[in-house]
């Protein structure tokens, strides 16, 4: 055996991988050692560009044997690193590439809570996972505490809040008139965001609130509009689409609930991505007490924005709106004339033939 294979022989029998439950991904392993037989396994662990699978029976291979494995209906070879004849395990090195790790990520984020940060680290794709997630709204009171738990993990993590602050001061007055979006991963509540449904008068939104302390009553506020504020996202999970989930859902909301604008307040690092998707700068800023006195800038949108891709990039309209935009209209909840429903589609089509070249 050559060093490098006792070197990681070695290594392997002293570290872990990432844990995979039984039968989850299964494939085969053909027996050249017998005619036309394949032996079944199931993929029990993975490490950077290394799998641990569990063969159905013993096998008369060695470290450092070049085997072909098929996983998802590909069949790719994998070089054995060691083999554990008591609990019939092998390790086995490869490329885990193109659609073998697509297939692998999805199926973990499908299966496990294990994040796509935790994915990533063992070189598993993780950036385009929204589709695995489950979109929906608090429900009871233990949905509300365990919003409560992410809001103060989050605001913790960026700075804007002590990470013991006691849960009650979580709870914001308008909590009892807003919708709370909860994104889930296998039950597990990742993300969230407040709908504000305010009117402008008994039920204030909370920029109003904070601007008109601020002596400032220039903004003109009313039921047409809807506020999002607390947009929390657990940091494991950022580097994804989640956030574009959650804009996508809130979309949704405010056109069913027949809202004209959307409002936000936003820090200096977040304005920049609500401005790329339409939201306008407004003018208007205040500070935050709840972060620790933060300067936000105060954003709008209209529904023109994903319905006439109004302030959207020619090229940006379909990948921000498109999808969401198509679900509305086949849902009926949304009508689009012939002309805007002609104009959006050329965005579409440009958008995908500029990918189908890139």
């Not at 054995?80 to 885990?96: E, G, M, P």
């Not at 294990?114 to 063992?122: A, D, G, W």
């Not at 800038?297 to 319905?307: E, F, N, R, T």
Request: net charge neutral; charged share 25%; hydrophobic share 40%.
């Amino acid at each position: 055996m050559n060093a490098y294979l006792m070197k990681q022989e070695s290594l392997f029998a002293s570290q872990d991988f990432l844990s995979i439950p039984e039968h989850i991904i299964c494939g085969t392993m053909k027996d050249e050692k017998a005619y036309k037989h394949y032996d079944y396994f199931s993929v029990t662990g993975i490490k950077a560009k290394h799998l641990e699978l569990q063969m159905n029976r013993t096998l008369a291979i060695k470290a450092g044997d070049i085997i072909r494995i098929k996983l998802f209906g590909l069949l790719v070879s994998a070089q054995v690193i060691y083999n554990d004849h008591i609990d019939n395990k092998i390790a086995v090195y490869l490329d885990l590439a193109g659609r073998l790790r697509w297939e692998i990520s999805h199926l973990l984020l499908l299966h496990t809570r294990y994040t796509p940060y935790e994915l990533l680290k063992v070189g598993l794709s993780c950036s385009r996972i929204k589709a695995y997630m489950e979109f929906g709204f608090v429900e009871n009171q233990q949905d509300y505490e365990e919003v409560l738990k992410l809001r103060r993990t989050t605001y913790a993590e960026a700075g804007k809040m002590e990470a013991d602050r006691p849960l009650e001061q979580l709870k914001y007055f308008f909590d009892d008139y807003s919708d709370i979006l909860v994104v889930r991963h296998n039950g597990r509540i990742i993300g969230s965001a407040t709908l504000i449904y305010g009117d402008g008068q008994s039920q204030k939104f909370e920029v109003q609130k904070f601007m008109e302390e601020a002596g400032d009553h220039s903004f003109e506020y009313n039921d047409k509009m809807m506020e999002v504020a607390a947009l929390c996202v657990l940091k494991d999970y950022r580097k994804t689409d989640i956030v574009h989930g959650v804009l996508e859902h809130l979309c949704f909301e405010m056109i069913k609930n027949q809202k004209e604008h959307i409002i936000v307040s936003s820090d200096d690092k977040l304005a920049k991505m609500y401005h790329s998707i339409g939201f306008e700068y407004t003018g208007k800023a205040f500070t935050q007490p709840k972060y620790q006195d933060l300067h936000m800038h105060v954003m709008i949108v209209s529904k023109d924005a994903p319905l006439k891709a109004q302030n959207v990039r020619f090229l940006h309209w379909w990948p921000l709106w498109g999808e969401i935009v198509k679900h509305m209209k086949e849902k009926s909840v949304v009508e689009l004339g012939f002309f805007n429903n002609l104009s959006l589609s050329l965005r579409e089509l440009s958008y995908k033939f500029v990918r189908l070249f890139a």
